[in-house]
């Protein structure tokens, strides 16, 4: 069967990445982009930096900042109207994930018309997106590289999955140097988030060689990295190597997909405005406990990723020693014990479960699950 294997056409990473971006963007002629970004890396400065840069090099710039951490149809719709009002001829992302979202969701409707709401699911536009340059500012969601879009429709209270080719940035950046002010618990979270897409990816029903590697190499990392980049955020080569794992699980996930703990962490972020990185950490290790009855070898080989000598285990022991990896490295960057600290109501884990196994993350997960299961696997991780 034929594989397609999705990444933007160019990808910068390392330190000084930024300035080649700004030369490549000046060859590719655009003129007057959008820059999509958050409130809070306007406060800290860094948007004017990076505007500057491109003034200096030619390049108007009108700057949208009212990114909200879980993007919705709203943000878009701002950003989108003020894309049009200045008659800008690209997107620049800047920020995290949400940024680069809602930065997805603008360029696609620029084009394809009607609300970003019209595209949720697999592949739905006709034409590509308004060129989208994806400036990444924490190592985690991987947005800047991928064809996911997560966007929240407030009305239904639910996170909309939008995975289409057309959302693919034309070019991607991971400067490091952008990272090192982030703060202890977002990088925590984050980091946990690329664990979770390279941990999804692995057990993926649609994995191929490819993405195994990508998804290995990035649990490595992150294993060996993301202690450092919390506890010593101006540690340049923790921040470095995470930007680097964090990418390679994005080209894991971005082709074989996820899983039941996205599936089930964008209802919690929907439903009460949760942090996603921090749902997907709380829930990955009770997902891998249900997928263990189906791929216990697959598990097996996480945990050798993250360290754990697993010559003298057997399948199911391994995938054991695995969950219990994840959720000692969730400790030791002070991820929450549990849903309950986080304010979930168990009386909404059947609405939470009904909406989860809608989510199109889900049909790639190696066991498909029922109702009941989903919301067990819920309770479990109250």
């Known amino acids: 069967m034929a594989t397609k294997f999705f990444i933007p056409s160019v990808n910068i990473l390392g330190q000084d990445s930024v300035n080649e971006a700004i030369n490549d963007i000046k060859t590719l002629g655009f003129k007057r982009a959008l820059i999509v970004t958050d409130a809070p890396l306007v406060k800290i400065g ?32 701002a950003g989108l109207a003020m894309l049009n009002a200045h008659e800008c001829d690209f997107v620049i992302s800047l920020g ?18 009607g609300s ?24 985690g969601t991987a947005s800047e590289m991928t064809r996911f879009c997560i966007i929240t429709d407030e009305s239904r209270h639910i996170k909309m999955a939008i995975v289409d080719k057309n959302t693919t940035p034309i070019l991607s950046v991971n400067d490091p140097e952008l990272m090192v002010e982030k703060p202890a618990a977002l990088t925590a979270a984050t980091g946990m988030d690329a664990l979770t897409h390279a941990v999804e990816a692995y057990v993926s029903t649609a994995a191929n060689p490819i993405t195994d590697a990508c998804a290995i190499k990035a649990i490595e990392l992150i294993k060996a990295n993301l202690v450092n980049a919390v ?20 080209m894991a996930f971005n082709n074989a997909s996820l899983g039941y703990v996205h599936a089930m962490a964008h209802q919690l972020g929907g439903f009460y405005d949760l942090p996603h990185g921090v749902c997907n950490a709380l829930l990955l290790p009770h997902v891998q406990a249900y997928n263990a009855q189906v791929v216990p070898g697959k598990l097996k080989d996480i945990a050798k990723a993250m360290g754990v000598d697993v010559a003298q285990l057997d399948d199911t022991q391994g995938a054991a020693a695995a969950i219990e990896a994840i959720k000692t490295l969730s400790v030791a960057v002070n991820i929450p014990a549990n849903l309950t600290e986080l304010g979930v109501n168990p009386e909404d884990i059947p609405t939470l479960a009904d909406n989860a196994l809608k989510d199109a993350c889900g049909l790639t997960n190696p066991k498909q699950a029922t ?11 109250l």
């Open 46 to 77: 860094l948007v004017d930096k990076v505007a500057a840069k491109l003034m200096d090099n030619g390049i108007e710039v009108f700057i949208f900042d009212g990114v909200q951490p879980n993007p919705t149809m709203g943000n878009v719709e």
């Open 96 to 113: 995290g994930g949400s940024p680069h979202d809602c930065a997805k969701g603008i360029a696609l409707v620029a084009t394809n018309g």
């Open 231 to 250: 506890e010593q955020g101006d540690d340049i080569n923790a921040r470095e190597q995470m930007a680097y794992a964090q990418f390679l699980s994005g």
């Open 116 to 139: 970003i709401k019209d595209y949720e699911g697999l592949d739905v536009s006709t034409r590509p997106q308004m060129p989208l340059v994806a400036i990444n500012t924490t190592a």
């Open 371 to 381: 109702h009941g299961e989903i919301c067990e696997i819920f309770t479990n991780a």
